[in-house]
């Protein structure tokens, strides 16, 4: 159930949005900052915030790929699989950090704390292979600079 702040937060976007659906990727990112993902729970709750259907609802959250609706790590990575992040070694960026972590694209570590992600584009080809750690965004991320990264986001 959403704390009464966080609704009466949400009613605010809504209120301020031009329509209903304009406010609907705030809504699922919040829910989904509240839950840790979008779960079905969260999926009845935006729609009934947003006055639409829950298919309506999850029509939206599974075109945004930053919309989780299976759980996922406390931290996700998405590694940018764009033709410029592809041909600075993205793929093999993404192979090596599935092997630092054990696991596969799409997978979640053991301990709950990384999830690893393909991303279509996070627009900063020109740093390219580049990545991210929940909202920050990481460019010309070489094999031994992800090793790094992982070190210091499981040292946080």
């Given amino acids: 159930m959403i704390p ?6 949400l009613q605010g ?19 989904q900052a509240h839950y840790g993902w979008l779960t079905d729970e969260a ?4 729609a009934g915030l ?17 919309i ?3 759980p996922v ?13 592809w041909a600075m070694g993205g793929e093999t960026l993404l192979s090596h950090i599935a092997a630092l972590l054990g696991v596969g694209v ?4 053991a301990d709950g704390l990384f999830t690893l992600l393909p991303c279509c ?11 991210m750690i929940g909202d920050t965004i990481f460019g010309g991320v070489s094999l031994e600079g992800a090793a790094e990264l992982l070190d210091q986001q499981r040292n946080r």
């Fill in 4 to 9: 009464i702040e966080l609704k009466a937060e």
């Fill in 13 to 31: 976007r809504i209120a301020a949005a031009v329509t209903n659906r304009e406010a609907a990727v705030d809504v699922m990112k919040a829910l």
């Fill in 43 to 46: 999926v009845v709750e935006a």
């Fill in 50 to 66: 947003l006055g639409l259907s829950p298919l309506q609802v999850e029509e939206l959250a599974t075109f945004y790929e930053m």
């Fill in 68 to 70: 989780y609706r299976r």
């Fill in 73 to 85: 790590g406390r931290q996700v990575i998405h590694v940018c699989d764009s033709i410029s992040c």
């Fill in 106 to 109: 799409g997978e979640t570590t």
């Fill in 121 to 131: 584009c996070l627009g900063n080809c020109g740093e390219a292979p580049t990545l």
